[in-house]
Every structure is written in structure tokens, then in C-alpha cells.
């Protein structure tokens, strides 16, 4: 006999469909495949649910044990209600239905849509399915998006849990509450703020305090474990510029990029939403505004005030979450603050990260802003290859322009002391001019290999994804790892 497996789906997007048109659940979706099954004369292997999953969900954990046991042999067909229960992702259509599934000699079978791929002459039919189930989710997707942004507009809270410091309304759907534990902590740390004390002054009592950081108060209100959160800097911070405290309702600060997956990235502060005075205030508007000022009027490791370009890209490679700034001393001959990227984790709990990597802030600048400059350099001496052309072969001029190159990065890297790496740089680009033909009137300027190169925060965001750094090893070397975006 032939191995069935069952798959049964229903989403929070099909159950006002369900319920209105063919009061259809997972356990009638259950009884009107075993009774198909008996009908074919086939032996189910297997019953898959998935319940509160949406067709496009590739995570959904019945879905892949069914898929993992078709692979593995152990399934010869598939049955479903409906192709739009399998999947209303395109690309899976393709993937698994005209794909896969044939090659692990599966067969697919759809009761309501008649889908079976078994039937080669079908093949168009269940495409015209899925890019059908595709535009509903799509238009499902705009329509959410337009009813959550009215939501937001008209003041109401849309998070599935309410922000630190308040609790949902009982009574009133979309509306906050203090909450009279974590409010008290709120008010205080805008007191401490406004006492003078800084935001890793202000989390360092807290955790010494053993009061619980917004994580793990929320794990403690929904009965589970705490876990091993801790309030740090960035927490306090956070809390501090966050304009719900003061009454203003601030929610859109990130967006799904599609609705294909769960990835989501933020938006600038411009697309926020703001419902002024639509919630209870947990500080006053002054006290509020007094502590943005002082945040504000504090020393940051940028000019002028900005955030340094590598600030949020330095990650601990032992630990795996963000290096903070932190000074320790001052520069002999001028004066200056000595400045260092250290472990977050560290710097909270020694015993979380007792390696403790750091690196100067200093040679960190001087490794990037040379690499990032040989890099530019490169690409701008470098003539675009001939479109849809073999490369050509590697000429001299092509050479020496690789080798200055290399050149700056080992210089970057300290492999090469500044008389050395003038010297070798000085001969390489007098051998590059007298092979590159002469300059008309009109011909730009090459850029100036001598003049450092600005790094932007922009600019540093576009082109490193991010900088792991371990602790030094038994020689005193220190390791690095740069992921770039190019």
C-alpha cells in the first residue's frame, strides 16, 4: 500500500474564511483526509498539523518533519485539502511540488482544487494556484499594514506586549496603564539621570541592586525564568529617550521588509509615528525634556556630539554581543583620553565573558581607514572590464595597481613601518605614470593616495557588516575579523 502523509494548516489569515464559508478547522481538515486516504486505499504514515501558521511560514514544524520524512523515503504521497494548505509561497510551489518532490518520488494530491502531480499536463494550473494564493497574501499583507498604521495613528498601543513600565487596559483595547512595580523603576531612572549619574552609572546600581531588567521582568510576568538579562547602558539609555514615558505614544520604529519572511529593519526617526498625549505619562514633559538635554550636552567619542561611524559594528568574538566605548587613561604627550572598545557583557558580568577582549579605539580607526581607503583607491584606478568580454590578461599596469593596493592594507595591518611603506608606495607610483598614457586637459584628477580618507557613519554602515574582535593571545596578538558588506 501506498505511505500517506496528512498535512493540515490553518492560520490566523484564513480563520474568518474558515469560519464564514466552509467552517472548516484542523480537526475536519483530519476527517476529510482520512476519509480520502481510505478511500484511495492508502496507509497513513503520518498526521501533520500546524495551527496559527501562515502558508508562507517556511518555519512551521510539522511542515518540515513531514518534508524531512519525505526526503528520507519514508512518504509516497502527500495529501492536503487544498494547495493553498501546503503553501501560498511561490518559490515552495516550484521548489517542492515541480522540484523535489519528484525526484523523492512523491506525489502531491489537493481535494477541493484537484491538484495532482502525478498529472504533468497540470504543471500550469498549480502555478496559476500559487501565484493566486501568492497575491492574496500579498494584498492580506497591505491591508494589515494600512489597518495597524491607522492603529498607530489613532493613539493605539499595537505591540503584543506593553512597553516596560506599563501594563495593557483591561478595559480598553489599544490603551496602557502604569504598572505599579516597573513604574517606579522608570521614575527613578530618570531621577538618577537627572541626579547627574550617566547611563552606566545608572545600570550598574540597578544590577547591583538585583533589580530585574525589562527582559527579564517580562519573563517573570509571564511565569517563566528571568534568564541571565541584565540592565546595561544601551537599556538605560533606550528607556530614557523613549517618548511613551512622557506621554507620547512611539511605536513603527521598525518594518517587516516583506512579507515573505520575518526580517525587519529600522526606519528612520522621521517615519515614526507619533500619537502626542495618547497615554498616561510616567514622567513629567520637563523632566523629560531636562534629561534629553543633559544626554544630549554629554561628551560623545564622535565629533560634535555624533555617534563614532563604528559604533554598533564592533561585536566581541567570544560572546557574540556588542563592544561598548569606554576611556581608560589619557595620551602621554597630548593629553587626550585614551579610548577603547570593550565587551558589553564583560563590563555587566565578568563571569558571562571572563576574556574580556578589547581593542584601542585608536589602532581600530587606523585599520579601518586604511583599508577602506585601499580599497577606494583601487577601485577608482581599476578600468571597469568590457561588458560580456573575457578578462584580459594581467598587464603590468594591472599589477602595480594590486600591488599599491596590498601596500596600503599592510601598512593598515602594521606589517610595514611608515619610511618602508613611503618608500615602497613613492616607487610603485612612479612606475604606474610612466605607464599610463598622458592626461588631456579635461581628465579628472586621480585621487590623492596621501590624503586619509573620511569614514562616515554612512559610510561605515554601507561597507562593514561587522568587526569581531578576540582577546590577545600568549604573543600579545590580537585577532580581527572584518565582515564586509562589498
Not at 43 to 65: L, M, T
Not at 431 to 451: K, M, T, W
Amino acid at each position: 500500500m501506498k505511505r500517506a502523509a496528512l498535512y493540515c494548516r490553518l492560520s490566523r489569515e484564513d480563520e474568518g474564511l474558515e469560519a464564514s464559508a466552509e467552517s472548516e478547522s484542523i480537526q475536519n481538515q483530519r476527517s476529510m483526509l482520512l476519509a480520502w486516504a481510505d478511500r484511495l486505499g492508502y496507509a497513513v504514515q503520518g498526521i501533520y498539523c500546524d495551527e496559527d501558521y501562515s502558508g508562507a511560514d517556511r518555519d512551521r514544524p510539522a511542515f518540515n518533519r513531514m518534508l524531512a520524512a519525505a526526503r528520507s523515503g519514508q512518504i509516497d504521497v502527500i495529501l492536503a485539502k487544498s494547495q493553498s494548505r501546503f503553501t501560498r509561497d511561490m518559490e515552495l510551489v516550484e521548489k517542492y511540488l515541480h522540484g523535489l518532490f519528484p525526484l523523492w518520488g512523491v506525489r502531491f494530491l489537493a481535494l477541493v482544487d484537484h491538484v495532482d502531480t502525478g498529472d504533468a499536463a497540470g504543471k500550469k494550473s498549480r502555478q496559476i494556484y500559487g501565484l493566486m494564493n501568492e497575491w492574496y497574501l500579498e494584498d492580506l499583507s497591505a491591508n494589515v499594514r494600512a489597518v495597524l498604521t491607522h492603529k498607530r495613528r489613532q493613539g493605539c498601543s499595537i505591540a503584543s506586549s506593553p512597553l516596560y513600565g506599563y501594563q495593557k487596559d483591561p478595559a480598553r483595547k489599544g490603551h496602557l496603564l502604569p504598572d505599579a512595580a516597573t513604574a517606579a523603576v522608570v521614575e527613578r531612572i530618570f531621577r538618577l539621570a537627572l541626579s547627574g549619574l550617566g547611563c552606566a552609572a545608572i545600570a550598574r546600581r540597578l544590577n547591583a541592586e538585583g533589580i530585574p531588567a525589562p527582559a527579564a521582568a517580562k519573563a517573570l510576568a509571564a511565569g517563566k525564568a528571568p534568564g541571565p538579562g541584565l540592565w546595561s547602558k544601551a537599556t538605560v539609555h533606550r528607556l530614557l529617550t523613549n517618548r511613551t514615558y512622557a506621554g507620547d505614544l512611539v511605536q513603527g520604529r521598525v518594518e517587516r521588509i516583506s512579507w515573505r519572511g520575518k526580517q525587519t529593519r529600522r526606519l528612520p526617526e522621521s517615519r515614526w509615528i507619533v500619537a502626542p498625549a495618547s497615554q498616561p505619562a510616567l514622567v513629567s514633559r520637563a523632566v523629560f525634556d531636562r534629561v534629553q538635554a543633559m544626554l544630549s550636552a554629554r561628551a560623545r567619542s564622535g565629533k560634535q556630539g555624533a555617534p563614532h561611524p563604528l559604533a554598533g559594528l564592533v561585536v566581541c568574538g567570544l560572546c557574540g554581543h556588542s563592544m561598548e566605548q569606554t576611556r581608560s587613561g589619557t595620551i602621554p604627550k597630548s593629553g587626550a583620553p585614551t579610548r577603547y572598545f570593550r565587551c558589553r557583557t564583560a563590563r555587566q558580568s565578568p563571569a558571562a565573558c571572563p576574556d574580556q577582549p578589547y581593542l584601542p579605539l585608536s589602532e581600530l580607526e587606523a585599520l579601518i581607514a586604511g583599508r577602506v581607503a585601499a580599497l577606494f583607491e583601487a577601485a577608482a584606478r581599476l578600468p571597469p572590464a568590457p561588458a560580456k568580454a573575457p578578462p584580459p590578461a594581467m598587464g603590468a599596469d594591472r599589477r602595480l595597481r594590486l600591488a599599491l593596493a596590498g601596500l596600503y592594507q599592510d601598512k593598515a595591518a602594521g606589517l610595514l613601518a611608515e619610511e618602508e611603506f613611503a618608500a615602497l608606495r613613492s616607487e610603485l607610483l612612479a612606475r604606474l605614470r610612466q605607464l599610463e598614457p598622458p592626461r588631456g586637459p579635461e581628465a579628472p584628477e586621480a585621487p590623492d593616495p596621501s590624503i586619509p580618507l573620511p569614514l562616515s557613519r554612512e559610510l561605515a554602515a554601507a561597507l562593514i557588516e561587522k568587526i569581531l574582535v578576540y582577546p590577545p593571545d600568549e604573543t600579545g596578538n590580537r585577532r580581527l575579523e572584518i565582515f564586509w558588506r562589498v
